[in-house]
RNA sequence: GGUCCUAUCGACUAACGGUUAGGUCACCAGCCUUUCACGCUGGCAGUGGGGGUUCGAAUCCCCCUAGGAUCACCA
């Protein structure tokens, strides 16, 4: 059987981390059979649209490395992708239940249902539609029912499902599951403007576009029933399904917009890398080999196994996501990098320097942050003059005789030719020896001066990016200083 | 409340009847070191409970408990 399987986002103006996961997971299924992966738009709800939302959608799929074989973009021989220009084969198919009375009109009023489920909440048990007591064609005969129609009322048409037996499928995560067929609904198919519901347009699509495993998330599980009833009322093939496991929140709820980031956007924003944050989705609901956290998107492919995804429900956590941001950026090749880092520097005020002097900074620098972004406010002394310092620092690292130890050294660094870290560095471990102090002790007092806080990168790489010159300006300023007793 | 799903360290997971239950994040300690990081080494920590089946159960079955999803003219 060729692998076809598909992502069926509805455009809600985001992507959502676990929709994300959903067509990683679809895409990883078919490159591995060599199949086909489609998108497909469920635009079904009109009261609903947000202008650009499919735009949005595909923007940030690309993004993810993930490429349809078939969508709206590069139609396939089962278009159209998108399911309002699909309204008639709906329409068709819902008809064809009717005759078939295997579904039926309903009349009732929104006020009407809600009361239902009042009574059925005081009566305990489900809430689902009382098909005998309500004013459909079951109740109201057909011919009733045809005239209330001619008379403009409105009406919706529902699957009519079995009162006896019971509904099994198989899941390849799950295994076997089978719900008695009266504990399901009498689902909406048809609403009253004439657009399908999720469950009639995603079951006529699935077919005539030769989906052969549906592959979407766990909340979809408690209505797969319905799905199996009416490829069952259509006489077609069901295709195997796979329930993927939720992602949660920390409070191991369903991750939801009301919490903290959950648009793929929104990490994009705060620089996260697409590599990482592609591989640690991944890794939620699956792991390979479990020895191993960072795979590629051919790994994934090559290694990819749908009966061996997790069943139970993933936290998704942002210390372990930042922890493979940073394992990402310290191999992120510098040229890629300098672009992203001046661009943020040029958010700081910080523009003109050169992309080799940009390249060294971040090469000094891509191991100490989780971000790009981090980096400008973290060296804001190498490109202004320290007016601050940490008096922590400063009463830890700078005593009395401090000045004195300082100058001769300061003396020779001034002399030197050459300012680089191979010089100032040689220098000063001369000087030190010659002096019988440890660097330690001048290390701290120069950082002190050059940058006023404590961490950073190496003291030589630091002053051989300062240059010579403004380190000895900087050096004489902070002196200046001392002696006036201004800090 | 009905239905369905689920249950291995705090978190992500590996072990698909036989392992001292492994790896990673986080946390802690040490090493490295001119600081901060990185890195390295070590440590803490888990099969929810009870019954079965079996020579042997994290793994299979049942019950309990706990969590979650779903029950819209939303998807």
Sequence with gaps: MDVRVRFAPSPTGYLHVGGLRTALYNYLFAKKHGGKCILRIEDTDRTRFVENATENLIENLRWAGIEFDESLEKEGEFGPYIQSERFDL???????????????????????LEAMRERLKQEGGSFKY??????????????????????????????????????????????????PCKDVDDQILLKSDGFPTYHLANVVDDHFMQISHVIRGEEWLPSTPKHVLLYQFFGWDTPDFAHLPLLLNEKKAKLSKRHGDVAVEDFRAKGYL???FVNFIALLGWNPTGDREIYSMQELIDLFDLSKVNKAGAVFDLKKLAWMNQQYLKELPTSEAVPVLKAELEKHEVTGLEDNYIAQVFELFKERVTFISEIPEMTSYLYTEPTEFDEKYMAKRWKEDTADMVKPLIEKLSQLEEFTHDSTHDLTKAHCEEADVKMGQLMHPLRLMLTGISSGAGMFDTMALIGKDRCIKRFETFLAKKESGEI
Aim: charged share 45%.
């Design 90 to 112: 709906y329409t068709k198919y819902g008809k064809e239940l009717l005759e078939k009375d295997l579904a039926y009109y309903a009349f009732d009023t929104s006020e009407e």
């Design 130 to 179: 009382d098909r005998n007591k309500m004013r459909n064609s079951i109740t109201l005969g057909k011919e009733e029912a045809e005239k209330l129609i001619a008379a403009g009322e409105d009406y919706v048409i529902r699957m009519k499902v079995p009162e006896e037996g019971e509904v099994r499928f198989k899941d390849i995560i799950r295994g076997e599951v089978k719900v």
């Design 274 to 276: 697409r590599d990482a």
